[in-house]
């Protein structure tokens, strides 16, 4: 306890007195990096002295290296500042970056490069703050925010799948059929992996799709669809800035064995077993990939081993291809990874560790489980951001209102 107390006073001192020095820190949502540098006294705030400096991903429980970073620096006005990593921990546009306290942010570069093991940043004279991340964050704020604009929409609630095993709330989005007997179900997880959030972007598009637009295929999945959709499957990485991949002893998206060891994992099992009542016949898991490289750089869909929903998975690919609007457009040619190529082959541990979309695929009725991967930073030449994000949600939409409808009149 006296411990305890010692700890927060000298906290306490930090953050009145940081704000004043030249200075690097993660004290707030997200926030992730460990500074090389002799003469830190906290793993939140890092005194700095040098125009060169040693910064790193905290993996803490992860179990390989991984590349998840969000930091920011004050009271370094007018200085160039080196920043150099151990690894090529930078993507392909250069770091994300924000002026406004994370509210908005856009990338340093404005070229697509390759990934990098440094970035260099000038400082203005104005004594501003400066966020640098990653890649674009997409933390509980930034889902609360956007959901707020449709809290009244008639078809939609807003409740709690579990509390996380830090007491904060998982969110459980459900969209409502307008007809009282739907003619399937659906369910959208993200966020198994915490620093995957440049598709949750992609998330927000579809459910903006899905409550406002009125072309006929969003229309069509209203009246006749219900919708499951979990922003954030491992809330406290996400929040505390872990990477959230490859957590030991394994991460939430390999966590659907006989006995879960994560709450959210746990409770999803439960709810979709209830909610979907047999009746879910898509999932969709969505994930970012790694920063650069092949199979790394444009959008696409992981292949099942099971040939029946392989095939599931091809039909909505081209269905999307066909009817895709937004800025951000599949190639045809590598929209979709075979199993058994580049990463995609799953080994067997013991049965300790199921993927979730092997264990959604053994309910009754599932015909199309898929994994979307959707890169950080660029689609090919294509620059990703934000809206573009959104916008292939929206094709996302329109493709299952069209598959979906096809299969509803077998
Ligand atoms: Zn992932």
Redesign the pocket.
């Known amino acids: 306890m006296i411990r305890n107390l010692v700890v927060l006073s000298f906290l306490f001192l930090m953050v009145n007195q940081g704000v004043k020095g030249q200075q690097i820190d993660i004290d707030f949502p997200g926030g992730n990096i460990i500074v090389d540098q002799p003469g830190s006294t906290s793993t939140l705030y890092y005194t700095l002295d040098a125009d060169t400096v040693g910064i790193r991903p905290d993996l803490r429980d992860t179990s390989e290296e991984w590349f998840y970073w969000m930091f920011r620096v004050n009271g370094m006005e007018g200085k160039r500042v080196y920043f150099q990593f151990p690894k090529r921990q930078v993507g392909t546009m250069g770091p994300a970056i924000s002026m406004d306290g994370g509210q908005s942010w856009s990338w340093q570069e404005e070229k697509i490069g390759e990934g990098k093991d440094y970035f260099v940043y000038g400082f203005d004279n104005s004594g501003k703050e400066v966020c640098f991340s990653v890649g674009y964050p997409y933390l509980e704020k930034d889902f609360t925010q956007f959901i707020q604009n449709y809290i009244d929409h008639p078809q939609l609630s807003l409740s709690t799948l579990t509390k996380s095993e830090k007491g904060r709330s998982a969110e459980l989005l459900e969209i409502k059929a307008k007809e009282a007997t739907s003619k399937a179900k659906v369910v959208i997880a993200a966020r198994?992996?915490a620093n995957?959030a440049m598709v949750s972007f992609v998330l927000e598009g579809f459910i903006r799709s899905m409550l406002e637009d009125n072309e006929p295929a969003m229309a069509w999945l209203r009246q006749h669809v219900d919708f499951l959709i979990l922003p954030f499957m491992d809330k406290d990485g996400v929040q505390d800035g872990d990477q959230?991949?490859l957590r030991k002893p394994w991460?939430h998206?390999v966590d659907y064995a006989e006995n879960p060891i994560y709450q959210s994992t746990q409770a999803l099992k439960n709810t979709m077993l209830n909610w979907g009542e047999g009746k879910i016949t898509t999932v969709f898991?969505?994930?970012?990939?790694w920063l650069f490289g092949e199979w790394n750089e444009h959008i696409y869909f992981v292949g099942d081993e099971d040939p029946a929903i392989a095939q599931e998975q091809q039909r909505f690919i081209s269905i999307l291809n066909e009817h895709q609007s937004g800025e951000l457009v599949l190639d045809a040619e590598k929209a979709w990874l075979p199993y058994g190529e580049g990463w995609n082959v799953w080994e067997e541990d013991g049965n300790l560790q199921v993927p979730f979309l092997d264990w959604a695929k053994t309910l009754t009725g599932v015909k199309l489980t898929s994994?979307l991967?959707f890169p950080f930073a660029n689609h090919g030449k294509q620059v990703i951001h934000p809206e573009n994000a959104r916008q292939f949600g929206r094709d996302m939409a329109r493709a299952l209102g069209i598959y979906l409808k096809i299969e509803s009149s077998k």
Request: charged content about 45%.
């Open positions: 198994h992996h995957e959230g991949k991460d998206d898991d969505l994930h970012c990939p994994i991967e």
